[in-house]
């Protein structure tokens, strides 16, 4: 399993961008997605959560300016940051957790995890 985060760049403060991270692989079923950041010399922290239905969480960081969403059939959680700010400065990683399969005989061997993407580069210039 795989998750694989694209969707970060170069923005001007005000700006926005929207991040995708797309699980691949032997997805079973997808539990709680999230986001989170890590700037630089600092530790990574998580801004927001996904859960399966749909319930969400922020950061007060990003409360009113990021939005997290998710499309199950794709397998796929979004982050759409709006009115960027220079401190949002930072490589941002998907998390998810997922349950994946694997056939054993005429059964499911169903094992669950978490999964981290590989991190997106965010830049926020003033």
């Known amino acids: 399993v795989q998750l694989q985060a694209s969707g970060g760049g170069l923005v001007q403060a005000g700006g926005s961008l929207k991040l995708s991270c797309a699980a691949s692989g032997s997805v079973y079923s997808l539990g709680t997605m999230g986001w989170y950041r890590q700037a630089p010399g600092q530790q990574r922290e998580v801004i927001t959560t996904i859960t399966s239905g749909g319930r969400t969480n922020y950061a007060d960081s990003v409360k009113g300016r990021f939005t997290i969403s998710r499309d199950n059939a794709k397998n796929t959680v979004y982050l759409q940051m709006n009115m960027l700010k220079p401190e949002d400065t930072a490589v941002y990683y998907c998390?998810?957790?997922?349950?994946?399969?694997?056939?054993?005989?005429?059964?499911?061997?169903?094992?669950?995890?978490?999964?981290w993407g590989q991190g997106t580069q965010v830049t926020v210039s003033s």
């Open positions: 998390n998810a957790e997922i349950t994946t399969a694997q056939a054993m005989g005429v059964t499911l061997d169903l094992r669950r995890n978490t999964y």
